[in-house]
């Protein structure tokens, strides 16, 4: 028993000899294969045959994909999920247990379990994309489109499958670093990574039948998105690739050293170079890599407070002016599926980030005085739990003895129910902690059932004036006739003042946008989309944001710091579904144009024209409602004042470095083996004059 030596640890030993293919490599021979070819548990030792199997788990039907459409099955418990949610870096396990236990005395009785299909264990649970049996048949759709649509275009971008490489391609055309974005994954870490940084990536072109690993160049960065060169290639850019730098195969460089794992140079570049230990040498000496805990830091990134079941007030999205209470039902990437509590198939349904000003815990509608609608559910769920106070958005604190807004005063906002304008709109109710319900002029309920809630340092109101003075077009009330609208002309026809300049938020971060710049932004007329956008303009901290394939008049405003913005390879890193844009998706998708349409359709209608209940009189520009809604629709809260007054790189170093700083992120050219050798403004108030208010105009 004891003389009989652990094949993995047999594989072991043998990868730490030959974890470096030296010059000459010839992937026939048998040393190299020996030299590539490790742990029977972890690694593949054929490639996968041509006809796929198929299991039958649980009352459904699985079968192993290629691997290159994202899903991969557990060869330990059956498990079908996201490729990159899986364990190892060959993508056969679900999970660390199942991985060893693949060698286990159990091994044999677990295939057999599953595939007599008895359902797979609770640890092999991973997240999906989609639900499992929706993704399996995109993904044989696609395989079947595939080998139908071989002839068409490569101009043509798959529904489900939107390659940002392709969109971006080698140009001018750049995307929004992930440091613009400081609530994603990695947002406060980015700074770091920059073009010119090495990394050990797969060896695409390589016939060994194992994973290989070789040394790449970042060329281009795209948000999460890196173009990659390979080692060797020097100015040949026909092996470039894109890459994104979060996933599990990509590391600085010293981690296939360190874990044993071979370093393969690429087949068709083996034959340039006869000494590539010292071609390595010279290339990597002084050059920068990735931080030794890049991996540690995104799977930290990636952990997220709210969790399933959690209860908070939310919006309503019928009735803008009221909240109501959901639950949590799925987190995506710091997305959150919100179900209404009172929805029994939990079909109704709102998707907003977790640091969304949409959100609230339990009781913030009570305690600052908005309207509120109870539900009607008095059981509750088991494992419902209110989700804490310290898990929502702070707003600054305002000073209740400062000049603050008053209810009747005149502002300029985003219409929420049209994020392509700024209209003229009114205060109408101050509520507490430093809150304001605002109408759209000429476009309200008589009981303020339309208005919406706003904090006072929001960045989506503004000063009378903002938009002339920006050269943004102003949406006028509807009915006004004294076009083009002028404040002064519509303050004197109202009887109404301006609320002074300084109240406003004027907080102008350097965001780091720039026109042009892609990513990837929540259509918030119908929040459950994530669709691939440019930033077209850029006024103090307010973005244009362009949904490509999409005409301009679904533009929409948002505010640089929205967390429904988020950096190109955001939703393949979260497993997030991206829309691709319209029009390149209905070349080969007619249904998904059709889809597309059938969305556009409520959108339009949304957007042009402002739904008010029948029988309800909208209110003009010359009057305010006499009649302030606020609290509990079913019991009114406790009485407010109306009116307030307030006022977060690696170097690799020489040969001859002595010793690693981990602080540094250092990584040392020594750890590279060869086969058996080793080698060590000044503020102003509105004022009734024949001049524009003073608000300074900044756009890039």
């Not at 509990?632 to 809260?637: K, L, R, S, V, Y």
């Given at each position: 028993?004891?003389?009989?030596?652990?094949?993995?640890?047999?594989?072991?030993?043998?990868?730490?000899?030959?974890?470096?293919?030296?010059?000459?490599?010839?992937?026939?021979?048998?040393?190299?294969?020996?030299?590539?070819?490790?742990?029977?548990?972890?690694?593949?030792?054929?490639?996968?045959?041509s006809?796929?199997?198929?299991?039958?788990?649980?009352?459904?039907?699985?079968?192993?994909?290629?691997?290159?459409?994202?899903?991969?099955?557990?060869?330990?418990?059956?498990?079908?999920?996201?490729?990159?949610a899986?364990?190892?870096?060959?993508?056969?396990?679900?999970?660390?247990?199942?991985?060893?236990?693949?060698s286990?005395?159990?091994?044999?009785?677990?295939?057999m379990?599953?595939?007599?299909?008895?359902?797979?264990?609770?640890?092999?649970?991973?997240?999906?994309?989609?639900?499992?049996?929706?993704?399996?048949?995109?993904?044989?759709?696609?395989?079947?489109?595939?080998?139908?649509?071989?002839?068409?275009?490569?101009?043509?971008?798959?529904?489900?499958?939107?390659?940002?490489?392709?969109?971006?391609g080698?140009?001018?055309m750049?995307?929004?670093?992930?440091?613009?974005?400081?609530?994603?994954?990695?947002?406060?870490?980015?700074?770091?990574?920059?073009?010119?940084?090495?990394?050990?990536?797969?060896?695409?072109?390589?016939?060994?039948?194992?994973?290989?690993?070789?040394?790449?160049?970042?060329?281009?960065?795209?948000?999460?998105k890196?173009?990659?060169?390979?080692?060797?290639?020097?100015?040949?850019?026909?092996?470039?690739?894109?890459?994104?730098?979060?996933?599990?195969?990509?590391?600085?460089?010293?981690?296939?050293?360190?874990?044993?794992?071979?370093?393969?140079?690429?087949?068709?570049?083996?034959?340039?170079?006869?000494?590539?230990?010292?071609?390595?040498?010279?290339?990597?000496?002084?050059?920068?890599?990735?931080?030794?805990?890049?991996?540690?830091?995104?799977?930290?990134?990636?952990q997220?407070?709210?969790?399933r079941?959690?209860?908070?007030?939310?919006?309503?999205?019928?009735?803008?002016?009221?909240?109501?209470?959901?639950?949590?039902?799925?987190?995506i990437?710091?997305?959150?599926?919100?179900?209404?509590?009172?929805?029994?198939?939990?079909?109704?349904?709102?998707?907003?980030?977790?640091?969304?000003?949409?959100?609230?815990?339990?009781?913030?509608?009570?305690?600052?005085?908005?309207r509120?609608k109870?539900?009607?559910?008095?059981?509750?769920?088991?494992?419902?739990?209110?989700?804490?106070?310290?898990?929502?958005?702070?707003?600054?604190?305002?000073?209740?003895?400062?000049?603050?807004?008053?209810?009747?005063?005149?502002?300029?906002?985003?219409?929420?129910?049209?994020?392509?304008?700024?209209?003229?709109?009114?205060?109408?109710k101050?509520?507490?902690?430093?809150?304001?319900?605002?109408?759209?002029?000429?476009?309200?309920?008589?009981?303020?059932?339309?208005?919406?809630?706003?904090?006072?340092?929001?960045?989506?109101?503004?000063?009378?004036?903002?938009?002339?003075?920006?050269?943004?077009?102003?949406?006028?009330?509807?009915?006004?006739?004294?076009?083009?609208?002028?404040?002064?002309?519509?303050?004197?026809?109202?009887?109404?003042?301006?609320?002074?300049?300084?109240?406003?938020?004027?907080?102008?971060?350097?965001?780091?946008f720039?026109?042009?710049?892609?990513?990837?932004?929540?259509?918030?007329?119908?929040?459950?989309?994530?669709?691939?956008?440019?930033?077209?303009?850029?006024?103090?901290?307010?973005?244009?944001?362009?949904?490509?394939?999409?005409?301009e008049?679904?533009?929409?405003?948002?505010?640089?710091?929205?967390?429904?913005?988020?950096?190109?390879?955001?939703c393949?890193?979260?497993?997030?579904?991206?829309?691709?844009?319209?029009?390149?998706?209905?070349?080969d998708?007619?249904?998904a144009?059709?889809?597309?349409?059938?969305?556009?359709?409520?959108?339009?209608?949304?957007?042009?024209?402002?739904?008010?209940?029948?029988?309800k009189?909208?209110?003009?520009?010359?009057?305010?409602?006499?009649r302030n809604?606020?609290g509990?629709?079913?019991?009114?809260?406790p009485?407010?004042p109306?009116?307030?007054?307030?006022?977060?790189?690696?170097?690799i170093?020489?040969?001859?470095?002595?010793?690693?700083?981990?602080?540094?992120?250092?990584?040392?050219?020594?750890?590279?083996?060869?086969?058996?050798?080793?080698?060590?403004?000044?503020?102003?108030?509105?004022?009734?004059?024949?001049?524009?208010?003073?608000?300074?105009?900044?756009?890039?």
């Open positions: 028993m004891d003389s009989t030596q652990d094949p993995v640890d047999e594989g072991w030993e043998r990868r730490r000899k030959d974890s470096f293919v030296s010059e000459g490599c010839e992937s026939g021979t048998e040393e190299s294969s020996s030299s590539c070819t490790s742990e029977d548990s972890d690694e593949d030792s054929s490639p996968l045959p006809s796929l199997p198929i299991i039958h788990t649980n009352g459904q039907i699985y079968t192993y994909p290629d691997g290159k459409a994202g899903m991969a099955t557990c060869e330990m418990c059956g498990m079908v999920g996201v490729r990159d899986f364990y190892s870096k060959t993508k056969r396990f679900c999970s660390v247990s199942c991985s060893r236990s693949f286990s005395n159990s091994k044999k009785a677990s295939i379990a599953r595939l007599q299909g008895k359902p797979p264990t609770k640890k092999a649970k991973v997240l999906q994309k989609q639900p499992l049996m929706a993704k399996l048949t995109a993904h044989s759709q696609n395989q079947s489109n595939l080998q139908v649509n071989q002839v068409k275009t490569k101009a043509a971008v798959p529904l489900d499958s939107f390659d940002w490489g392709n969109y971006i080698t140009g001018e750049k995307g929004a670093p992930v440091s613009c974005f400081k609530h994603v994954p990695m947002g406060n870490w980015w700074d770091d990574i920059s073009e010119g940084i090495r990394v050990e990536v797969l060896n695409s072109d390589s016939v060994l039948p194992t994973k290989v690993y070789w040394i790449a160049s970042i060329i281009k960065l795209a948000g999460f890196a173009l990659l060169r390979y080692e060797g290639f020097e100015g040949d850019s026909e092996q470039d690739f894109w890459c994104n730098i979060c996933v599990p195969d990509v590391h600085p460089v010293g981690w296939c050293a360190s874990g044993g794992k071979p370093l393969v140079p690429p087949k068709s570049i083996q034959h340039k170079v006869t000494n590539w230990k010292a071609f390595l040498v010279k290339r990597l000496t002084g050059a920068k890599t990735l931080p030794p805990d890049f991996s540690t830091k995104v799977q930290e990134s990636m997220f407070p709210f969790k079941l959690m209860r908070v007030e939310v919006v309503d999205k019928a009735h803008l002016c009221r909240t109501r209470v959901a639950l949590v039902q799925q987190v990437g710091g997305r959150l599926r919100l179900v209404y509590e009172e929805s029994s198939d939990g079909s109704d349904d709102f998707w907003c980030h977790m640091y969304s000003p949409l959100i609230h815990n339990i009781g913030w509608s009570r305690s600052i005085g908005h509120f109870r539900s009607d559910v008095t059981k509750k769920l088991e494992g419902q739990v209110d989700a804490p106070g310290q898990l929502f958005m702070k707003v600054k604190d305002v000073d209740p003895s400062g000049e603050w807004f008053k209810d009747g005063m005149k502002l300029e906002a985003i219409d929420p129910l049209n994020l392509s304008a700024i209209c003229v709109a009114t205060v109408r101050v509520l507490a902690d430093g809150y304001l319900m605002i109408g759209i002029d000429g476009s309200e309920a008589a009981d303020g059932s339309d208005w919406f809630c706003y904090h006072g340092h929001s960045p989506s109101i503004f000063p009378a004036g903002f938009c002339e003075i920006n050269s943004i077009e102003l949406t006028p009330p509807r009915g006004y006739t004294k076009l083009p609208l002028r404040w002064f002309d519509y303050l004197r026809d109202t009887s109404s003042v301006a609320a002074p300049v300084k109240l406003f938020n004027k907080e102008v971060p350097n965001h780091g720039v026109p042009g710049m892609k990513l990837e932004a929540v259509d918030l007329m119908e929040p459950r989309l994530v669709c691939v956008a440019t930033v077209t303009r850029i006024v103090h901290r307010l973005l244009r944001i362009h949904f490509d394939g999409w005409e008049e679904y533009d929409q405003w948002v505010d640089c710091e929205s967390p429904d913005l988020y950096p190109v390879g955001w393949q890193l979260t497993g997030y579904q991206l829309q691709p844009p319209a029009m390149q998706a209905s070349r998708h007619p249904s144009a059709n889809r597309q349409r059938k969305k556009s359709q409520q959108y339009r209608g949304q957007k042009k024209k402002r739904k008010i209940p029948i029988g009189r909208p209110v003009g520009g010359s009057g305010i409602p006499q809604v606020c509990d629709e079913n019991m009114t809260p009485h407010y109306s009116a307030p007054s307030p006022s977060s790189v690696a170097t170093a020489p040969l001859d470095s002595a010793e690693r700083d981990p602080s540094k992120h250092t990584a040392v050219v020594s750890v590279l083996q060869v086969k058996d050798e080793s080698v060590k403004g000044e503020e102003c108030n509105f004022r009734q004059s024949s001049s524009a208010p003073d608000f300074i105009k900044q756009e890039q």
